[in-house]
């Protein structure tokens, strides 16, 4: 069976494992996906999409990171919280950071009056940002806590989960 990792073409370099706000550092955290757009009939369990909602806690079974890989968080945000990358036809922004303690997970970030998906065209860079919330990200779509959760999908097959860790 192939299991994919999602690799996103802008990846923040990084010397620590964790971005260190004044609540905690973010400890793991990976997004995991399950891929049949590679032409493999591979689709998550009906247990992990059926009457699931993105944010919905699901079966560690549906992030086992045993099974396949996963892009850790910590990795990718730092020391940005709130990062624009490529994924399927547009740009995306997500958000990562402890808030009161907890780890917070945020996709569909946005400000006011932006569309979202940004267009493919749109500078990374410049929509890449360090926020203290996910308030302050624009995240219409909010998780948080310890464990897997479903997440947004892209239309393109994919089927995508976040597994959140802790604030240490």
């Known amino acids: 069976m192939l299991r994919v990792a999602v ?49 919905d806690m699901v079966d560690d079974s549906c992030c086992d990171i045993d ?9 990718f945000f730092v020391p940005y919280t709130c990062m624009a990358l490529q994924l399927g036809s547009g740009v995306v922004r997500a958000y990562a950071n402890c808030e009161d303690g907890t780890f917070t997970y945020g996709e569909t970030c946005a400000e006011e009056g932006e569309d979202y998906p940004f267009p493919s ?6 929509l890449t940002m360090i926020t203290e919330t996910s308030a302050e990200c ?30 240490t």
């Open 7 to 55: 690799l996103f073409a802008t990846v923040a370099t990084a010397a620590s494992f964790g971005y260190i706000a004044e609540s905690g550092t973010i400890s793991g955290g990976a997004w995991h996906v399950w891929n049949e757009s590679t032409g493999v009939a591979e689709v998550a369990p009906s247990m992990c999409t059926d009457d699931v909602a993105v944010g």
């Open 121 to 126: 065209t749109a500078n990374t860079t410049e």
């Open 138 to 167: 624009g995240c219409a779509d909010v998780i948080q806590g310890s464990g897997c959760f479903r997440a947004n999908d892209v239309g393109d097959g994919r089927q995508f989960f976040v597994e959140l860790g802790m604030c």
């Open 67 to 75: 099974a396949w890989l996963g892009l850790v968080m910590g990795d």
